[in-house]
């Protein structure tokens, strides 16, 4: 009897546990709901983007880093203008909540993707726009500047970076970059976020900040955002070249402040003696004067020597 009881227990745990690893196998095999993006061909802003057609170009390089990075479904632009142009609907980067529902309901996506671009010489800027369909509020906005047409891609990839991360739910806080002296590029995970003092939206984690400035010194450092007070003060120092030019500039310019002339020579002495002769000489006059006072005496007659000392420029 107690064989059996034993048995049956064994036997009804094998099957539980078979049972219950499967219901685990199955449930793992459940796909979460991916968050389906459309991304809309960006505005050129500029005669200068409009002739290189940037806009469609930058669009389509953020399709493809966004499909890559495997945290959204997205929607192929083709099949966008098929069902926008069955339904006749005209969209621009100016939608309000109705008009982001509506789009939501036409497409059946979760975000819309708006963005403009300019050029301005080599340097070509993009700003987008992630919007929720069922609020019609914007999830987040971002800037990527760059600086040549070279570095285009890079730009594109860390914006697709941080839309993920964003995204995905985690925390987003304030950090205010600084620098002495100011006016600074700020560069934040490869991209021109623009110059110093700057205040940036950025996720928690960690982050690469490097800050260039001519004639300093980059400053670059890989940063952690926390919760509330982040802030960064790069001080950067000259470079020693831009140190020796500036000395060599000081030197050339200074001038030894003129040396004062002293006007030579000095006092002459007239000497002075009964008869009118007259002795020069330096320094003090000594003029020799015969009075008729008495003194000692000479011949019948008086003598006497008076000093008077005459200082003569």
Known sequence: MSRKIISSVVIFAFIYTLFFSSLVVLYAQIPEKIPRIAVFEFEDTNVAA???????AIAGMLMTDLINGKVFQVIERSEV????????????????????????????????VFGTVAKFGQV??????????????AL??????????????????????????????????????????????????????????????????????????ENYTPWEESIVVVQGGNKINAQLSTTPEYQKQQTEQRRAAYQPPPVKEQKKGGSKTALYVLGGALLIGGGVAAVMLLSGDKGEEDGGKTTSTVNITVDIP
């Open 140 to 213: 987040l906005a971002e800037h990527a500047k760059s600086e040549s047409g070279i570095d285009i891609r890079t730009m594109v990839e860390n914006l697709a970076r941080k839309i993920e991360k964003r995204y995905l739910g985690r925390m987003v806080e304030e950090v205010v970059i600084s620098s002495n002296p100011q006016g600074a590029m700020v560069y934040i995970d490869g991209v021109n976020e623009g110059n110093t003092p700057l205040v940036k939206n950025l996720s928690q984690g960690t982050h690469k900040i490097r800050i260039i400035k």
């Open 124 to 137: 070509v800027e993009t700003d987008i726009r992630l919007v929720d369909t069922q609020t019609g509020r």
């Open 50 to 56: 409009e002739q290189e057609r940037y806009g469609e």
């Open 81 to 112: 203008e098929r069902m926008m142009s069955e339904m006749a609907f005209q969209v621009s980067g100016a939608v309000d909540a109705n008009t982001a529902k509506r789009i939501g309901e036409i497409l059946g996506v979760d975000i819309l």
